[in-house]
Structure formats: structure tokens, C-alpha cells
């Protein structure tokens, strides 16, 4: 179970402040209102007038007048006492319907766990859209007060391994049959596209589905909101929907807990696993991890279900190794093994995580690697004419700056280079999909980075062109997530028993991920991450933040050495390190944030 805050004190809020005094204090209760405006963490106090007092509770969102404007906020407290003499102004009005007080709380506990604010946990707690009341709550037979849950079950946590290819709605819908009558759920999906799916589906079977997804029109968006927010079905949402409102919470699944889809890549950076793991425990209710690789974080929360071995055997697709290590290096990408594959399987994804056209070239003539006249740092092409610096970002004409050819071998070619090769080589058009690309392709082969992946729904095989590229990355869970680019590709060409095909070219045939997607057991690469991460303190075996901007330097020299916290680096960015997430986040909270640009990634994903 995650820490909860040490206290109120633990939180970076300032101090609640009386908002502006007119001449005489309006009489009514008092509540404490979060603003919603960037960069201000205080708390302002309030009076509630009479004509808005059986509208105000904790969570309602409110207009309030402040420092001369009119902005949003929520009411965070009922009730304040405040000190005698201070002069209070006016709520000015009730905007509509917020978050349970029971998410209100939740914000400030996530403020003190990412070193954030609660402003950024209560606006993804609160309708997309204005929602002023909410509608009956459906009902089955005699059932369904819209009260707490009262069932025998308890907070505990099961991480469920499925193979790729294996169907996960069986396994939310046995869950939604095991709830108590009065109990609803929350399941969580990596995309707003499958959780719509999955919403269709269940509406289908005929459960009553709510679906939590702020990418919808406004209107539509604040209804499934209200949906949510008055009980009686199935909420589904994406990252966001580990806030969704849901009154009687029974339970909560986690599809594909793995993905990093999960966690917020802008600052305060949480993640949505850590976010329903504390609201589940603080609701006394059980949580469903569901992932074909489960991350070492998952498997120290819970405790592991696993596949029978035949079984998961057959939910992976037949892996074929392409041995190179007997290749010159500087061979091309398009080997005999690739070309027999394109040949014979029908729709084709082959992956490299390079754009471009090239990401490392040697001049034809001299044979000189490319790199950048001004800083000497490695040199990219992103296009026909131009070479780029990726260290300083000068750019030149495609010129040799020793010999002056313009001839150059390309070492490592980009999705571009190779959509090129792949053309010529099968006869036929070939697609290129990157993150910047926006429609989904249509031709039969298609290359790009590992966007490509998500953008296509199926296919017949695929085909990792480096996979050393994602093995040897410069990043600590460099191994997780190349082996949960392997499972992704093994779902979408699906298991052995309908003929799917994964295809991989290395130089590293022995590397623990390869052999573990070989022999579909991805037990292996826990089991090699545990043992490095522990090693070296690293994610779940220690608390860390990284923090870097302008005012990162200022941030750390204020934090000091508090006991039990390790600090290292220097030259605008630090990594923080403490055994548990108590001591860390208390640490950081304690600190007043300088002015200035910081960026504090609580367990960072990218490091």
C-alpha cells in the first residue's frame, strides 16, 4: 500500500488566507476553496451566503472573486473557524457538481506523493463540463442505495499474467459478477480508444457502463461524467479515469497495468496505477492488476496469478531469431530472413525507432563517420538535403566537412530511408508511420517507430529490425520496455494457434528479453530486473525523484541532507533517493519552491 502524508504539513499548500475584507463580515459558515489558477498552492477562506448554503459541500466547484478577478475553485472544507476580527467576502456563486470529498482527499495525498499541487489531481477529478445535478441512479430490482459499499471484501491486490493474445474482457467481466450487489467498478484501459471499446462492449451484454473520457464534446463528456458520478454501473475510463467519480466502489481493474500509458508525462509526472492502488486501499476494496508483463512495481504490490505454461505458450506467436553477430556491421537492414518473411505472410509491420533517413552515416569517399563541425556530436538526416546536429541542432547542407563529397553510406538508416528500401524491394508501396504521422495506413507492408504498433490494430507479422536499438537504450528499464514492445507486436499478430509471426534481427540471440519472448515466459525479465534494480536502488526497491529546470539547483541546495535522503548529479539535473516514499516526499514537500522553471519526476519511467 502506498505511504499516505505525514500530515497536513507534509503539503506544499502555504497557508489558508482569509480572501479580501470589505467593510462588515457577511454572515454564514465558512469553507476553504482551492483556486484554480496556476502557481498560487494557498487556500482562501469564504463565506457561504444563504441563497448557495444547501448547494455548498466538500468538492462543490465555486466562482470566487480574487486579487481583483473572478475564477473557478473547489471547496476543499466545510465548516472553518476563523480567526475573530478577520473579514470574510462571499462565495460568488455554485459553477456545479465536483469531486467526492473522498477524491478531494485523494488530491492532496497525490500533491504530496509527485510534489505537486492539488489543483492538478482536482481538475482531472472533476466533470469535463459543467454538470449541475446528477440523474437517478439505475437501478436492478429493489437494489442500489446510493451509499458506501458494505461487502465482506478487503483491500488486496492480484496481478493477473495473460498471454498477448488472450481476450481480456472475460477476466472484467468475471470481476464485475464477483461484486457485491451494491458495488460498482472502475476499470481502467491504456487508450481512450479501448476504453470506448470495451464501454461498447459491456453496453452491449447489457451493463450499465459509464464512460469517463474527456476527449469527447463537452456535453457528451459531462453527461457519462454525471453517469459515473450517480452510481449504479461500470465506470470505464483511461489515465485520467483512476479519478472518475464512482460512489459505491467495489472494485478496480487495470488492463494492461504495463503500459506506460499510464503515467503523465507533464509535471507533477503520477501514474494512474499508484493513484486507484491508495484509493482502493483507503475504500477497503480489491484491485485487479491485468498485464501480460507485469512491471516490478505491480508484482511488490500484489501477489502474482499466473498462466498454466501451455497455455501461455500458445498466446504467444512463433518468434524467429535473425542471429547477425557474424554480419558486418555496416550490412544493411534488409536481410534474406526479412525478405522470405515479406514474401510469404500477408499485412507486415517492421519497427525501428529511428526517424528520418538516416541516424548515423559515413562519407563515401573518406569513409569519415559524419558528425557536427561545431560541437562534434552525432549527426542525423531528417530529410534528403539537410544534415542535423541532435547534441546542438546546427544544420548544414549533406556535405563531408573533410572532403567536401556529398556521397555518404548510410550506417543506420531512419523510418524514411528504410520505407524507400522496403518499396523497392517488395514492388509495392510501403507506408511510414511515426508519432507525427496522422492517419492509419492502408498499404500491406508498413515501417515506422514503435507508433506503428499502436496505430495498427492487426496484422500477420512483425518484424523488429534492431532490436538492439530498444536492449542496449541508455535508459534504466531499457529491458521492461523493450520486451513490452515484444508483447505489444505478439498481440497484434496474436498466438500461435492463429499463425502469428514475430520476427527479430540482433546481436545479442542470448539477451534475456529475446529468450524470454522465444520461450514465452516473461518471468525471466522480472526476474533479471529485479536482481539490477535492487543492485543499484532503483524503482520498487527505493524512492527516487529526478529534478531538473532553471530552478532545480535552488530546489536542492533549500532540501539540503535530510536523514535518509541521498542526492546525486549536478549541473542542472539531480537525482534524489530515499528507501521509502515517505521519507522522499516528505523531503521534497518540506522545501518552499524556488521561482523559476522545476520539473520533479517522482519514479521516473524515462530515466
Not at 472502475?186 to 447489457?206: F, H, I, K, T, W
Not at 504495463?258 to 483507503?282: K, M, N, Q
Not at 504521422?437 to 507508433?451: H, I, K
Amino acid at each position: 500500500m502506498p505511504p499516505a502524508p505525514t500530515g497536513q504539513g507534509a503539503l506544499d499548500l502555504g497557508d489558508a488566507r482569509p480572501a479580501s475584507r470589505p467593510t462588515t463580515r457577511p454572515p454564514g459558515r465558512v469553507v476553504r476553496v482551492v483556486p484554480d489558477v496556476a502557481g498560487i498552492a494557498k487556500r482562501f477562506d469564504y463565506v457561504v451566503p444563504a441563497r448557495l448554503d444547501d448547494q455548498v459541500s466538500v468538492g462543490t466547484v465555486v466562482r470566487i472573486d480574487l486579487h481583483g478577478r473572478r475564477v473557478a475553485g473547489w471547496v476543499v472544507e466545510v465548516d472553518v473557524e476563523t480567526p475573530e476580527g478577520v473579514e470574510l467576502r462571499e462565495l460568488s456563486r455554485v459553477t456545479g457538481v465536483g469531486p467526492a470529498p473522498e477524491l478531494v482527499a485523494l488530491a492532496d495525498w497525490a500533491a504530496w506523493r509527485w510534489a505537486g499541487r492539488p489543483r492538478t489531481f482536482l481538475r482531472a477529478a472533476s466533470p469535463p463540463g459543467r454538470v449541475l445535478s446528477l440523474p437517478p441512479t439505475p437501478r436492478t430490482g429493489d437494489q442500489i442505495e446510493r451509499e458506501p459499499v458494505r461487502s465482506d471484501h478487503r483491500f488486496e491486490v492480484e496481478v493477473r499474467r495473460l498471454p498477448p493474445a488472450a481476450d481480456r474482457y472475460p477476466v472484467v467481466t468475471a470481476a464485475l459478477d464477483a461484486l457485491p450487489a451494491d458495488g460498482d467498478a472502475l476499470v481502467l484501459c491504456p487508450s481512450v480508444a479501448q476504453a470506448r471499446a470495451l464501454a461498447d462492449r459491456l453496453r452491449r451484454d447489457g451493463r450499465p457502463t459509464a464512460l469517463v473520457a474527456h476527449d469527447q464534446p463537452g456535453t457528451a463528456a459531462a453527461g457519462e461524467w454525471a453517469r459515473a458520478a450517480a452510481g449504479g454501473g461500470t465506470v470505464v475510463g483511461a489515465r485520467a479515469g483512476a479519478w472518475a467519480p464512482v460512489p459505491r466502489l467495489g472494485c478496480i481493474v487495470v488492463l494492461d497495468e504495463h503500459d506506460e500509458a499510464y503515467a503523465e508525462e507533464g509535471s507533477p509526472t503520477w501514474h494512474a496505477r499508484e493513484v486507484v492502488l491508495e484509493r482502493a486501499a483507503r475504500a477497503e476494496v480489491p484491485v485487479l492488476l491485468v498485464s501480460s508483463n507485469p512491471t516490478l512495481e505491480a508484482l511488490a504490490a500484489g501477489s502474482l496469478v499466473a498462466p498454466e505454461r501451455s497455455a501461455e505458450r500458445r498466446g504467444w506467436p512463433a518468434l524467429e531469431v535473425v542471429d547477425r553477430r557474424e554480419e558486418d556491421p555496416a550490412a544493411g537492414m534488409l536481410t534474406e530472413p526479412l525478405a522470405a518473411l515479406l514474401r510469404r505472410a500477408g499485412r507486415v509491420l517492421c519497427v525501428v525507432n529511428r526517424t528520418g533517413r538516416s541516424r548515423l552515416s559515413a562519407c563515401a569517399i573518406c569513409r569519415e563517420v559524419v558528425g557536427c563541425a561545431a560541437c562534434e556530436g552525432p549527426v542525423a538526416q531528417p530529410d534528403e538535403d539537410t544534415l542535423r546536429c541532435t547534441r546542438c541542432g546546427t544544420e548544414r547542407p549533406v556535405l563531408c566537412h573533410l572532403c567536401g563529397s556529398t556521397r555518404f553510406r548510410v550506417l543506420r538508416p531512419g523510418v524514411s530511408r528504410l520505407r524507400e528500401e522496403l518499396a523497392a524491394l517488395v514492388g509495392e508501396p510501403v507506408d511510414e508511420v511515426t508519432g507525427a504521422a496522422a492517419d492509419a495506413p492502408t498499404s500491406r507492408v508498413v515501417v515506422g517507430t514503435e507508433a506503428v504498433l499502436h496505430r495498427v490494430t492487426a496484422a500477420d507479422a512483425v518484424a523488429f529490425l534492431d532490436i538492439d536499438q530498444e536492449l542496449l537504450a541508455p535508459r534504466e528499464r531499457a529491458r521492461e520496455q523493450a520486451f513490452a514492445l515484444l508483447a505489444r507486436a505478439a498481440r497484434l499478430v496474436r498466438g500461435r494457434e492463429e499463425h502469428g509471426r514475430l520476427l527479430v534481427q540482433t546481436r545479442r540471440p542470448e539477451d534475456v528479453v529475446i529468450q524470454a519472448a522465444l520461450h514465452a515466459d516473461p518471468a525471466r525479465v522480472a526476474e533479471a530486473e529485479a536482481e539490477v534494480r535492487r543492485t543499484f536502488r532503483l524503482s520498487p526497491f527505493a524512492a527516487v525523484a529526478d529534478v531538473s529546470g532553471v530552478a532545480a539547483a535552488a530546489f536542492v541546495a533549500a532540501l539540503g541532507r535530510p536523514p535518509g535522503i541521498e542526492v546525486q548529479g549536478g549541473g542542472g539535473a539531480w537525482r534524489i533517493r530515499a528507501d521509502d516514499h515517505t521519507t522522499l516526499c516528505d523531503a521534497l514537500a518540506a522545501v518552499e519552491r524556488p521561482p523559476g522553471r522545476l520539473r520533479i519526476d517522482v519514479d521516473p519511467l524515462r530515466a
